[in-house]
């Protein structure tokens, strides 16, 4: 079997914060297509990425799609005096799970099954609640109640309001200060939510990496009198672990730490420095499917849980459940909603996260079939296969 093409697809989603989901399509001259994704957080990167996977057809058209190990090694290679992670390691992650996907549909098995087979029968999942809900006390606890009412046992947000240089969310970052009146909000939206969600549900705070050592140390342990929070994501900037390690020395709350780093080798300082209490890499930027699961590997050998960031599109999410079936040191998949319906117009099958779990269909390789007819119609201009 020959790689005959590698097309990036960038199709339009309606009201969601991401604008468009990114797909990459992996064809075969035996028939067998396999889809992974890649959705980055800007338009700009994804357009920026996207040219990058048009240009890889010239040295993996005519490779064996099964050699997926070595394959990895040449695409990684390829960009080492550039820089060997980001943008090289978002490309990796699509066409991984891509090959993945081919290599399951060949053999007739799902995924799982090929990296050592299932621990257990579904996914535990978090979710997040619609933050664009919360102008109101009615707002904040109608959308706890319904994550609630799904069956979900964990949620995470975001309480730091979008004030002054903080506007930005979570692509900003200047001197990483807060007001003190953010500070309060975040503190009172965080004891709201406690309330309404009761004393089982676990709260997971996302930071988003917006703050200075000081003042992540500060956000960190009010929110901890706030809320009896579960656990504090990404308090610094990703660049500087030693930020992190400050940070860790003058908190309680457990930390976590991973969607925006790139490969097995970025997460040995966090596992050497103890500097995180969950891992939470992402199956499409890290590395893929075959990175995925090296990095949860070397995360058992420390019992440091591991829990994939996965809140963009169906492939994300599907992708990173696979690894966690044959993963023992498992938290949760992340997804982006208690409902997830807004895939169904991507894919053929609806996801079944009910009950707060993710149950995999067992079909062979991703178990997902492309609505391609959706596809077509929504591709946007240049990015359409
Ligand atoms: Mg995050």
């Given at each position: 079997m020959k790689i005959t093409a590698i097309k990036p697809w960038l199709v339009k989603v309606p009201k969601t914060y991401w604008g468009e989901y990114f797909f990459v399509e992996?064809?075969?001259?035996?028939?067998?297509?396999?889809?992974?994704?890649?959705?980055?957080?800007?338009?700009?990167?994804?357009?920026?990425?996207?040219?990058?996977?048009?240009?890889?057809?010239?040295?993996?058209?005519?490779e064996d799609p099964t050699q997926i190990e070595r394959l990895w090694h040449k695409t990684f290679r390829s960009f080492t005096y550039m820089g060997s992670r980001g943008a090289s390691t978002h490309?990796?992650?699509?066409?991984?799970?891509?090959l993945w996907d081919i290599r399951g549909k060949m053999l007739g098995q799902p995924i799982y099954d090929l990296l050592g087979g299932k621990v257990r029968d579904d996914v535990s999942l978090y979710t997040h609640p619609d933050q664009s809900n919360f102008n109101s006390d009615e707002g904040i606890e109608k959308e706890v109640r319904a994550i609630s009412d799904s069956g979900h046992t964990a949620m995470k947000f975001?309480?730091?309001?979008?004030?002054?240089?903080?506007?930005?969310?979570?692509?900003g970052y200047l001197s990483g200060k807060m007001p003190a009146e953010g500070e309060r909000i975040a503190a009172e939206m965080t004891a709201k939510i406690r309330e309404y969600a009761g004393p089982e549900m676990e709260l997971l705070i996302d930071a988003h990496g917006r703050f200075d050592v000081p003042t992540a140390i500060r956000l960190c342990n009010s929110l901890e009198d706030a809320g009896q929070i579960d656990w504090f994501e990404e308090p610094v900037p990703v660049e500087s672990y030693h930020a992190l390690s400050q940070v860790r020395d003058k908190v309680n709350v457990a930390i976590s730490v991973g969607e925006r780093l790139h490969t097995r080798w970025d997460f040995v300082p966090i596992f050497e420095n103890k500097l995180a209490d969950y891992v939470m890499p992402d199956v499409t930027w890290t590395g893929g499917i075959t990175e995925l699961k090296k990095i949860a590997t070397m995360a058992e050998a420390y019992y440091i849980p591991v829990s994939p960031h996965d809140a963009s599109g169906p492939i994300n999410v599907v992708a990173g459940a696979h690894v966690m079936m044959t993963t023992p040191n498992f938290y949760r998949v992340e997804t982006s909603n208690q409902d997830l319906s807004s895939y169904n117009a991507f894919?053929?099958?609806?996801?079944?996260?009910?009950?707060?779990?993710?149950k995999l269909n067992g079909k062979p390789g991703l178990g997902i079939d492309i609505n391609m007819d959706y596809f077509h119609a929504n591709a946007v201009e240049g990015f359409g296969g």
């Open positions: 992996v064809n075969t001259d035996e028939g067998i297509t396999g889809w992974g994704e890649i959705t980055t957080t800007t338009l700009v990167a994804n357009r920026a990425v996207a040219g990058i996977v048009k240009e890889l057809n010239a040295s993996l058209v005519g490309v990796i992650s699509g066409i991984d799970i891509a975001d309480p730091f309001p979008h004030i002054g240089e903080q506007s930005q969310a979570n692509a894919i053929e099958e609806p996801l079944d996260n009910s009950g707060g779990t993710l």
